[in-house]
Structures are given as C-alpha cells and as structure tokens.
C-alpha cells in the first residue's frame, strides 16, 4: 500500500522568504507524485506533477519540487513566497491506477 | 468550462440523521471519485465510478454510506445514519477518464458535514 508523510503540520514563513515543505512517500515501486493547494474554503488544485523523467518538476504559481528516490522525496519549493500563498499544501502518491493518496498536509502561514 | 459543482456547501445535521450530497461533474467527464477530508487528516478516497458503474469502493462504510450515478453523470452519496465521526468535508473530483497522465482530477469545492 502506498502512503505518505508530511512532517510538518505547520510551517510558518515571511513574505519574500524561499519556502520547502516536506515530502516523504511509501511506494514498492516507481511512484506518481502530486501537490495540491487547498485555500479555505475551497477544493484541492493541483500544484504540479511527477511521472517519469526530469526529477525537477515545475508547477503553477511558480513552485517546484524534486523528486528523490534514494530518500524517497518529493519536497515542494518556492523562491518567494507572497501572502497569497497561505494555504493547506498537500503530497500525494498514486500507483497504476494514478489514484492520489493524500498526506496530512501542511498549513502555511506567512507573516508580511 | 465549468468546474465541478458540489451542493450543498455546508450542511449541519444532528447523529441519526440522514443526509445526501450532491455533484456534478465536469461535462464530458465519465469518472467520478468521492473523498472524505476529515480536519487534520488529508483527503480520503470513498468512491470510484467510470460512467454509472462502480471502479471502487474499498473504503466506503457501506453500512452507513450509500452513493450513487444512475445516469453516468450527476452523483449522490448518502449517510443514514449519520454518526459524530463523519463530521467532514466531502470532495466531489472527476476526471475526464480512468485517472492518468492525461486524465488528472479536478476537484470541486467540497460540503462540510458538521454531526452534532
């Protein structure tokens, strides 16, 4: 079974700041892997996606994330974060069937 | 293109009650998925149907929880009845096929059940 961890249930930023949240998947095999934003109030939208090739994969809204297998990772990135960005972030993980399962999720704050 | 739409937003019903969700899908779209998001918890897959009939429902409490596509595009899904732990918000997503590369979820802005 597939599962994921995110470490974080808070993380707390200045604007301008670079921002990591952290990823860290359970798969037997080569992973599909996606972050979500989810503000309040509202559904989940998908950040960006990884199947197969470059393991640096750039999203939406100017966020990246890497994927890494040996430390089975896939932590999500920005350079700057601006106050629009506070928000539920979550991992997920699918097999074959590209269904997501879902971590936790880390909430973001940003402080002006 | 229209998103998918979920009614009601926000529903509050007291334990041993019935209550039913609605959603409709992004048109043309032929699967269907039920989440259940508990606070704290990530999202939580209930459902799959592609077209009217059902993909998965491993994890559907199917003692309480009913959900239905009779029609191949608009879904309900029902607890009767309800219990203080399915406080939740429940996410309607579809996509366009059986989820894939070019096939991703869209989810649409979910119901939260408040069990008193």
């Known amino acids: 079974a597939q599962s994921v961890t995110q470490p974080d249930i808070h993380i707390t930023v200045s604007e301008g700041a670079s921002l990591e949240l952290r990823c860290n998947y359970s798969y037997g095999a080569t992973p599909y892997l996606f972050w979500y934003v989810q503000s309040p109030g509202q559904g989940l939208q998908l950040l960006l996606k990884?199947?197969?090739?470059?393991?640096l994969v750039q999203g939406i809204k100017g966020f990246e994330a890497e994927f890494k297998r040996s430390q089975s990772s896939f932590n999500l990135r920005k350079p700057s974060v601006h106050w629009s960005d506070a928000a539920e972030y979550f991992c997920a993980v699918a097999g074959g069937s590209y269904i997501p399962t879902f971590g936790r999720g880390t909430s973001l704050i940003v402080h002006p | 293109e229209a998103g998918v739409a979920q009614s009601p937003r926000y529903k509050i019903i007291e334990k041993r009650q019935s209550v039913a969700f609605w959603c409709n899908p992004i048109?043309?779209?032929?699967?269907l998925y039920w989440y259940q998001q508990i606070l704290g918890q990530g999202p939580k897959l209930l459902i799959q149907f592609q077209n009217n009939g059902v993909v998965d429902d491993s994890q559907l409490p199917k003692d309480r929880f009913s959900a239905e596509r009779l029609k191949g595009v608009d879904s309900t899904l029902k607890i009767q009845p309800a219990k203080l732990e399915d406080s939740a918000v429940y996410l309607c997503a579809s996509s366009l096929d059986l989820a894939g590369r070019n096939s991703p979820l869209h989810f649409g802005n979910g119901t939260r059940l408040t069990v008193t």
């Open positions: 990884y199947f197969s090739g470059d393991t």
């Open positions: 048109s043309g779209h032929a699967t």
